[in-house]
């Protein structure tokens, strides 16, 4: 997987890192697999979600993607969360 260089869109770029994130939860649980996964997360999506929630947030446009935000939000900070425990 890599990003298309013809890409700009935060919301894409975002919904690829996501991507990622899932191949690596599915290579499973081993300390190896989840190490990828802390690695991958700290690396690029904590970098990634807070800023593109907040524009969302702070947006008077985005009704329902509010909603999104505000989930993808919590979901990401529970994430960061549990991967700070290992």
């Known amino acids: 997987l890599e990003r298309n260089q013809a890409s700009f869109d935060p919301e894409d770029h ?9 191949h690596l939860a599915a290579a499973g649980s081993s300390d190896v697999a989840l190490q990828r996964q802390k690695k991958f997360f700290a690396r690029y999506m904590l970098r990634a979600y807070n800023p593109l929630t907040d ?8 009704r329902f993607y509010g909603y999104v935000a505000r989930f993808t939000k919590a979901f990401c900070d529970t994430e960061a969360a549990s991967l700070d425990m290992l």
């Open 55 to 62: 524009e969302v947030l702070a947006s008077t446009k985005t």
């Open 14 to 22: 975002f919904a690829a890192l996501c991507e990622v994130m899932r």
